[in-house]
């Protein structure tokens, strides 16, 4: 059997499955201290004779496997987490083999092997909610370096109508700061679902998102680009950002056509517990 871990700061998604991903069971729980949210992870997986695991976490978490602190959660900003060693408690009391990336790398992994990027050898996975955070399959292998991607933390150009200072606390205005939900928030005193129908709050976060995806297209080349998270929920966003992003690109390489190039997760929700699985099935 195949356990996974879609960790994320408010919520863990627990699932297991059979070895080809057919019968999935799962169980939401809330993300409290370490220790309780542990207790409720054993008490899930104690019933099944698990096979492999695969996490995808929040962080930042260590993913170097020639690091001493391989396997923990790092300098999270989320309180309790910082230096954990998430997976040392997990295999000290399931002794399988187990895959450990970050959320959104596993996130693209299951678009890649499930969902939108079915076929394709590389995709890229950006979530723009509570943060913004970016994942990537490179000739299908999670990318990881020294560390792993933090893509939501790459500076962009200030919109000309935009004065807002920024709100990521160790870079003011980088791309999280300025076009994640708070920042949304903060910047109008509203909560972005409550801004839909203002033409011009979705103007300057297409112009911020489109930015960011022509760096990761010149950087990476990924043969799709999957926009999810709560933000992405605001479907006029996909035609204004293809929009900005064709401008700003103003075809200095090709890409494919770009209804096909950006677009929503196929798995809407679904996609980083099952890359989870996918990551577990692939330790096999
Ligand atoms: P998380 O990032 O914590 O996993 P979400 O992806 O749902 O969770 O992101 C939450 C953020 O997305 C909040 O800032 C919220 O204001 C924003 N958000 C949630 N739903 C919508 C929506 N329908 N339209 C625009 N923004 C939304
Ligand atoms: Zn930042």
């Known amino acids: ?35 309780e949210t542990f207790e409720k992870v054993f008490e899930f997986f104690d019933d099944y004779k698990l096979d492999a695991m695969g996490i ?4 930042p978490i260590d993913v170097n496997k020639k690091s001493a602190t391989y396997g923990y959660v790092t300098s999270t900003p989320k309180s309790g987490w910082k230096n954990v060693d998430f997976l040392g408690k997990l295999k000290e009391r ?24 079915v076929g394709k050898e590389s995709c890229l996975y950006l979530t723009i909610g509570t943060g913004i955070g970016g994942g990537a399959v490179i000739n299908g292998e999670p990318l990881e370096g020294y560390g792993h991607p933090e893509m939501g933390h ?18 003011g205005n980088c791309l999280e700061g300025l076009a994640a939900g708070p920042a949304i928030e903060k910047r109008y005193n ?7 129908d203002s033409d011009e709050v979705w103007e ?3 112009y911020y998102i489109a930015q960011a995806l022509m760096s990761y297209t010149l950087i ?11 933000v992405m929920k605001q479907t006029q966003l996909f035609p204004l950002v293809r929009a900005e992003f064709s401008k700003l690109l103003n075809e200095y390489v090709a890409t494919p056509n770009l209804e096909e190039y950006i677009v929503p997760p196929k798995l809407q ?16």
């Open 56 to 59: 995808g976490s929040f962080g």
């Open 1 to 35: 059997m195949l356990g996974a871990i879609e960790a994320g700061g408010t919520k863990f998604v627990l699932a297991v499955s059979d070895n080809d991903l057919n019968h999935v069971e799962r169980l939401s729980i809330p993300t409290t201290t370490p220790e």
């Open 190 to 196: 509203k909560k972005a679902q409550y801004l839909t």
């Open 94 to 117: 399931y002794d399988v083999p187990m895959g450990w990336t970050t959320d959104v790398n596993a996130a693209a992994f299951g678009e890649l092997k499930k969902g939108a990027a």
């Open 204 to 206: 300057i976060e297409a």
């Open 269 to 284: 929700d679904n996609a980083g517990i099952t890359g989870c699985l996918l990551l577990a099935q692939k330790e096999l």
């Open 154 to 171: 790459i500076l962009v150009r200030m919109h000309e109508q935009d004065s807002f200072e920024g709100a990521c606390p160790y870079h």
């Open 220 to 230: 990476l080349s990924p043969e799709k680009i999957i926009l999810g998270g709560g």
